[in-house]
């Protein structure tokens, strides 16, 4: 098993106390909307309880018949959630730049009830995904398509799946020990992933019955741990909740930074970056109103992929209803790529869940002293470890 660095990160300094009299209604808000959102985290109820039968389900039929997923209970009321979320008085908000962000805050996690209620009910979810997380655009295909037409890799031996659970979870426990929070880790087996990052519980969840890869086990630390975590942590620190909570807009910048945290580390694979061209070509299928069976067949049959990746990606998009989220890996990371060469402040992107186009509003509140400097970095972000001369191409090349 690869053994991973155990250099702590150095913590920086804590800025003077947070004005808080000189901003009440600012912080008074972002405490009521941090206590009506603790139960507004998508991937939880998105997720299918039965992937695993349904999956063997879709292979005995021969990939003709439709998955029937099952998704866990919403445990609170959505109704009364809306009418909570729309009652702060936004307008009391001094600050312009702040009022405006806390506005569109209030919309951004209306959308995300929306699509919460709304999981399993077909088009009617997919359509509430299509207004939080849009669709991917021309563009953004034929960079997908792009980096499909790269002729793969040698298979070398640190991408044989091999190592179970609890060697995987040994790994990030020692990995985690560059930091001091807590990490709690957990295996599950309702996951469409290898592994997630639960934020509202600092939990890391490992797919119970999956097989890692030496190469996997990197890829993961560095994205659920390194950015991930990081983000989530550093969140927590903050004294305005909306840190923690996470800004509008944010996955495709936090999923850009995670894949980006890959290639820095020299652990992103073109076979990876391809699985992220393929999740984009998925998500675009929604788009056309293909069903399970037709994303499958796309990916199995057209563009030759193993049934196992096929079945995984198809899974991904087609989760809740139609879940076209999975194209942002790829957008985010060719707008943090792009953030990264421009010289601008990774910092500032690390500070919570925040996105590149509310990274003004950090860096303002930070010096206005509502904000803290970051206590956890990303060693990766230190210096470009990436050996991949293929990965540097396609990455100046993506549109």
């Not at 992937?51 to 919403?74: A, D, G, L, T």
Request: proline share 3%; hydrophobic share 35%; glycine share 4%.
């Amino acid at each position: 098993m690869p053994k991973p660095s155990t250099r702590r990160s150095k913590k920086s300094s804590m800025q003077s106390e947070i004005p808080i009299e000189t901003n009440p209604n600012l912080f008074r808000i972002d405490n009521h909307l941090n206590n009506l959102v603790q139960k507004i985290e998508l991937l939880n109820y998105v997720n299918p309880i039965n992937i695993e039968q349904e999956k063997r389900n879709f292979f005995s039929s021969k990939y003709n018949v439709n998955p029937n997923f099952k998704y866990r209970k919403i445990d609170f009321n959505p109704h009364k959630l809306q009418q909570e979320l729309f009652s702060q008085d936004i307008d009391s908000i001094l600050d312009d730049d702040s009022r405006a962000f806390y506005q569109d805050v209030i919309y951004d996690y209306s959308g995300l009830i929306q699509c919460i209620e709304a999981i399993g009910q077909g088009r009617k979810f997919y359509y509430n995904s299509l207004k939080s997380f849009g669709t991917p655009t021309q563009k953004d295909v034929e960079n997908a398509q792009f980096i499909l037409h790269f002729k793969d890799e040698e298979f070398n031996q640190e991408m044989f799946p091999v190592f179970n659970v609890d060697e995987a979870e040994a790994y990030f426990r020692e990995f985690v020990k560059r930091y001091d929070f807590e990490l709690k880790i957990k295996p599950s087996t309702k996951l469409a992933a290898a592994a997630m990052v639960l934020n509202n519980s600092q939990t890391l969840l490992l797919k119970k019955n999956h097989r890692f890869s030496a190469n996997q086990l990197k890829v993961l630390a560095n994205h659920e741990i390194g950015v991930h975590l990081v983000t989530t942590f550093n969140g927590l620190n903050q004294s305005l909740k909306i840190f923690h909570n996470g800004f509008p807009n944010n996955v495709e910048t936090q999923e850009g930074l995670a894949v980006f945290s890959e290639y820095m580390s020299d652990c992103l694979t073109l076979h990876r970056l391809k699985e992220l061209a393929y999740r984009v070509i998925a998500a675009d299928s929604l788009h056309k109103g293909f069903n399970f069976c037709d994303t499958f067949d796309l990916l199995h049959n057209q563009y030759k992929l193993n049934r196992e990746e096929s079945y995984n990606i198809s899974l991904r998009a087609h989760r809740g209803g139609g879940f076209t989220k999975d194209y942002m890996y790829l957008t985010g990371l060719k707008k943090v790529y792009d953030y990264y060469h421009a010289n601008n402040n990774m910092d500032v992107l690390l500070a919570g869940k925040v996105s590149i186009e509310n990274a003004h509003i950090v860096s303002k509140w930070q010096e206005n002293g509502l904000a803290q400097d970051i206590r956890y970095r990303n060693d990766a972000f230190n210096s470009n470890k990436n050996s991949n001369a293929t990965l540097n191409f396609i990455l100046q090349h993506l549109k």
